[in-house]
């Protein structure tokens, strides 16, 4: 455990994502697809294989059981330590790959069953080689780079009593409350960055309400302000659960329509790179229980919703200077570096039992099989498992591709 005085950090603002909607946003019309676009998604097909990739072989870099961490249990004098478990959600910052292992850690912060109230996020060359880790407590859900600042930024407890951490490499880690109680009663996961601007999905919303969602008083996302001199987060809500957005699937007969959205699983979030097959330069919220990708433009702040053939966790967009796949596997506890001939466009980690239509007993074939490694086609929402090689990968938290050109990671 590396935990210092953290370097202070400039008051910035930051964006969160969490269940509702407060702010009104313009809605647009899903912009034309243009007559390039359209021959591209043609020779994509409709089944969801942009492209057709070729071998993909998975290896382990780095297993949970090769680190540790120190504990001291609640009553106890006497610390402990127990090896790391339940990788995350993963990113890159600079060369390296940081990741977060919950540790048994409860979607509350709830003690693990050892007394551990403690995650661990860990900083690893793209070889696998340890570099340094830091104990946040709670469950460490989000986890993002913010470049500009050259900082990590975490969030905990994905349910409810939620908070956040920002962890400078080399340095220390800082812990941030919110202003507020979370107005989606729920807490937060995903993080990601754009432009200075952070935006974080809130998991979980109505946990700790007497109503289920969706509901139209629960956020969807929040913009943050973070304040290094009083360690408060200032939540502002952005969009919200049942806000309307226009539908993006083409070649139906809602497309182009605007429907309303009723968000009941707001989890993972991701920039789309510019140079994506499509939404380009959007910031994505994935809400995996309602198998549904809900896309933000920057420019007129329009939303599109892209219905999936299946519940998605994490996407990736694999540039085509080639590069390596990083992925968790918390069903083994291992980092996953996945290497070989990626497909055009998302590639996803594809988690059938996480739709909210999943049997209690999951998995349950075929309808509902393991997760896998998929491909996405961005413009039907088929999504298409893809052959993996190598260790036995069950990809369940975070993936980032590193560009072997520029060394730029691509959530």
Known sequence: MRIRSARPLSVRS?????????????????????????ALREGHGEGGGQGSGGALTAQTILSGSSLTHSFTVAGASTPTSEPLTKPDDITQLGRDVFVGFQNGVGPQGEPAVSGNLDSTVVELTTSGHAVAQWDIEGKADGLTADPATHTIIATANEDANSSLYTITPGGGAQHYTY?????????????????????????????????????????????VTLDPSTSVATVTPLFGDEDPAVVANVGTPQTGQT????????????IVPEDAPRFGGDFMLDSQGDQQQIFVSPWHHALSVLDLTQAVDDTAWPGDGGGTLFA???????????????PDGPVVAVTPCGSNSAP???????????????????????????PVGG????????????????????E
Request: proline content about 14%.
């Open 360 to 386: 209690s007993v999951c998995p349950a074939p075929p309808t509902f099989p393991s997760n896998s490694l998929g491909s996405l086609n961005p413009w039907t929402g088929q999504v298409t498992t893809l």
């Open 179 to 223: 202003n507020e109680p979370l107005p989606h009663d729920g807490g937060t996961d995903a993080i990601s960055v754009q432009d200075g601007q952070i935006y974080i999905s809130a998991s979980a919303p109505g946990t700790t309400g007497a109503l289920p969602p969706p509901r139209p008083g629960f956020p969807a996302v929040y913009t």
């Open 391 to 410: 260790v036995p990968f069950t990809p369940q938290g975070g993936l980032v591709f590193v560009g072997d050109r520029d060394g730029h990671g691509r």
């Open 14 to 38: 930051v964006a969160v994502l969490a269940g509702a909607a407060i702010t009104p946003l313009l809605i647009a019309l899903v912009p034309v697809v243009s007559p390039a676009s359209a």
């Open 259 to 270: 429907v309303p959205l009723a968000l009941t699983d707001p989890d993972s979030s991701e």
């Open 328 to 342: 968790t596997d918390s069903a083994n506890d291992a980092v996953v570096a996945v290497t070989g001939r990626f």
